[in-house]
């Protein structure tokens, strides 16, 4: 199902990449990103990639105005690797930025494109992977340490690296380097048995993730990885409550962004008493407590014990389009 281009014969196009399925309330979402995208960058166009009744509701309710294309998702893609290890066939424009639909815009995205123009295709994440990235999350990382479990996966498929990728954000301007790494990326997930990664399945989740496959295709592809966590520049944080502040329409947001990886990364534990103790101790250390307050270009509700927020928002979002349809405007 090759997507069809909107480029013309000047410029690339660039453009968002949305999609949708399972309940309606997905698409919902998106329409809820594409407003916030829209108070910062109302020249790039929109798509979304969704099934026939997704877009028949976004029609119903007028909805179908925020996107410039609607496309037709095949069943065959409508799971979390169905998609993202077919970007190839989903990129409709010459430089397509694929981005989740729970995420909140909070800044024009000029710098963010002019940075992401440096790359044939990248995502957000880290150059060095921990090892829970792909594995358990609980103790049984350590085992996995002690047994070396990641060397042997990268030593067993020729690799020297392995880069953390955060796949809510994903950029592709060449064609066959996009190709490439959705195509090496699918052998690896057909692979998995001769990797140390963990299947999601086996957690209780109801998909599979294709986060540690397409690092691994960058890293075999010699691909670099957009950095995550650029303190002021950061092309999209975490929301955390805590560590996020904000009015109700997320129209101003301030993140509180620590500068030390380490100190940082406890923003994941989910007791916030415990998270906030740690946080506590670490402004009492040496170094250790520097901070700042930054706005990234995108906060994403990607933990989920942290999304709540974001679905009261785009609940309201859809019903205040609601209730602008059941208005009847005056005539002048």
Not at 96 to 104: E, G, K, R, T, Y
């Amino acid at each position: 199902m090759p997507a069809s281009r909107s480029s013309t014969s000047h410029a690339p196009t660039e453009g968002y990449v949305f999609h949708s399925y399972g309940g309606e309330k997905y698409a919902q979402h998106a329409v809820a990103s594409v407003q916030t995208l829209r108070r910062y960058d109302d020249e790039r166009p929109t798509a979304i990639f969704c099934p026939d009744p997704h877009r028949e509701m976004l029609e119903r309710y007028g909805a179908d105005r925020f996107f410039d294309h609607i496309e037709p998702l095949p069943p065959e893609h409508r799971s979390i690797v169905g998609f993202k290890h077919h970007l190839h066939r989903f990129k409709i424009f010459d430089r397509s930025l694929f981005v989740d639909a729970d995420m909140i815009w909070c800044r024009n995205p000029d710098p963010l494109w002019t940075q992401l123009q440096a790359f044939p295709f990248t995502g957000t994440g880290l150059m060095r992977a921990d090892h829970f990235f792909g594995g358990p999350k609980g103790a049984g990382v350590l085992l996995d340490m002690l047994l070396r479990r990641r060397r042997r996966t990268l030593r067993h498929f020729g690799l020297t690296n392995l880069p953390r990728v955060q796949a809510g954000m994903i950029y592709a301007r060449d064609d066959d380097t996009t190709r490439a790494v959705c195509e090496t990326a699918a052998d690896f997930l057909a692979r998995s048995d001769e990797t140390h990664f963990r299947s999601r399945l086996d957690e209780g989740r109801s998909e599979e993730t294709c986060e540690w496959s397409i690092a691994m295709a960058m890293s075999k592809l010699e691909l670099a990885v957009f950095p995550w966590l650029q303190g002021r520049n950061s092309p999209q944080l975490d929301y955390i409550d805590g560590l996020t502040t904000h009015d109700d329409d997320f129209r101003e947001v301030s993140c509180t962004f620590y500068t030390t990886p380490f100190i940082y990364s406890l923003r994941g534990i989910p007791s916030r008493d415990l998270r906030d103790f740690l946080f506590g101790l670490a402004n009492q250390l040496p170094g250790l407590g520097d901070r700042m307050e930054v706005t990234p270009f995108v906060i994403h509700f990607g933990w989920l014990h942290q999304k709540e927020p974001f679905y009261d928002f785009a609940h309201r979002v859809w019903q205040h389009l609601l209730d602008e349809r059941a208005t009847p405007r005056l005539k002048k």
